[in-house]
């Protein structure tokens, strides 16, 4: 995926991941007609929720792990300026873009994502993949369902939550091995608030996205809970630990908006 994005991404890359979450609280399948028809513009692969069979590899949870592993491979609103006439109305065909949509065909290229979910800014939910097996908008909003509905550190996110939720996207670069020679070299490659880790050993896998950084700011914090959380006895450390790191283009809903939302519901 490219590391440049258009301005208006992040709005369309949170906007797919909520309304296929509400798509699914509500019982609606697929996705409103307006996004159908936004997906469709970026050729034949990228079709909406529901259009393309059922998700493929496996989910990943970035807060936990423990997961059976062989590798790093595996899954672990509207855009700005677009009104919802224009998303119904702009002429295109499978492969074109609309010139409102000129540059987004980043969407129809293979992705991979996670998709974050805050509540006052405690965590909700947090489903991804860790490399690119579908294209990047159906990945968004396959990975904002599961981390709503299928986390299993929370409960299914309730209808009347769907609103209470902040929205967090993080589209993954390729991860890529990291040679070391032992776990102090490992830790001393390490760039804090920057990478993504994925480690795995004894058949065992574990990830932290970059923003994790911000609750273990040290190298050795880092890798202590990232063992840990791969389902891994504390202070394991061995020859068969492999790590891959990736960095992450993070886009957050707009906040504002949505607790604007929260507050109108709950009054």
């Known amino acids: 995926m490219p590391s440049d994005f258009p301005p208006a991404a992040g709005p369309l890359l949170t906007g797919l991941a ?14 409103s007609a307006e996004v159908s028809a936004l997906l469709d513009r970026f050729g034949p692969a ?73 509540r006052h800014g405690e965590l909700r939910g947090c489903i991804g993949s860790l490399e690119a097996h579908r294209p990047l908008a159906k990945d968004v909003q396959y990975n904002a369902i599961d981390a709503a509905f299928g986390d299993p550190r929370f409960a299914p996110l309730p209808a009347g939550e769907v609103d209470r939720v902040d929205i967090e996207v993080s589209v993954l670069s390729e991860p890529l091995p990291l040679a070391f020679a032992d776990r102090a070299d490992l830790a001393g490659q390490l760039r804090p608030g920057v990478d993504g880790l994925v480690l795995a050993a004894r058949g065992r896998r574990g990830t932290f996205l970059p923003q994790v950084w911000d609750q273990l700011p040290t190298p050795e914090l880092f890798l202590a809970h990232l063992v840990r959380k791969a389902g891994l006895p504390a202070g394991y450390w061995d ?12 886009f957050e809903e707009d906040r504002t908006a949505s607790a604007d939302r929260g507050v109108a519901e709950e009054t």
């Open 239 to 250: 020859g068969d630990v492999r790590i891959w790191r990736y960095t992450v283009t993070a």
């Open 46 to 118: 990228a079709g909406g929720l529901g259009q393309g069979g059922a998700p493929t590899g496996r989910p990943v949870e970035a807060g936990m792990g423990g997961e059976p592993a062989s590798g790093p491979a595996s899954r672990i609103g509207e855009p700005a300026g677009l009104s919802t006439a224009t998303a119904r109305t702009a002429p295109a065909g499978p492969g074109q873009l609309g010139p409102e949509l000129a540059g987004w065909d980043f969407l129809a290229r293979p992705g991979a994502a996670f998709v974050t979910l805050t």
């Open 18 to 31: 909520r309304e296929a979450i509400e798509c699914v609280a509500s019982g609606r399948r697929p996705p």
